[in-house]
């Protein structure tokens, strides 16, 4: 590998909410396009290993007003 070439790592999120309200999963896919993630599928979101997305990423998985769900 040369100096100009660099390995990109990739973080895979996997989230499962809750169908119903849709809200939840619409806020959900609205702050995942806003830090740039790419969908895979449905529920599965990947990202580049950088610091900001990283910070992104590491913000709770539920809230206490928020509805049951996984990340």
């Given at each position: 590998?040369?100096?100009?070439?660099?390995?990109?790592?990739?973080?895979?999120?996997v989230i499962k909410l809750p169908a119903?309200?849709?809200?939840?999963?619409?806020?959900?896919?609205?702050?995942l396009r806003k830090i740039g993630a790419?969908?895979?599928?449905?529920?599965?979101?990947?990202?580049?290993?950088?610091?900001?997305?990283a910070a992104a990423c590491s913000v709770?998985?539920?809230?206490?007003?928020?509805?049951?769900?996984?990340?």
């Open positions: 590998m040369t100096s100009a070439e660099q390995v990109m790592r990739w973080l895979i999120l119903d309200p849709s809200r939840h999963r619409v806020a959900v896919w609205r702050e790419l969908s895979l599928g449905q529920g599965i979101w990947a990202v580049p290993e950088v610091p900001v997305f709770p998985s539920h809230s206490p007003t928020a509805p049951a769900g996984r990340a």
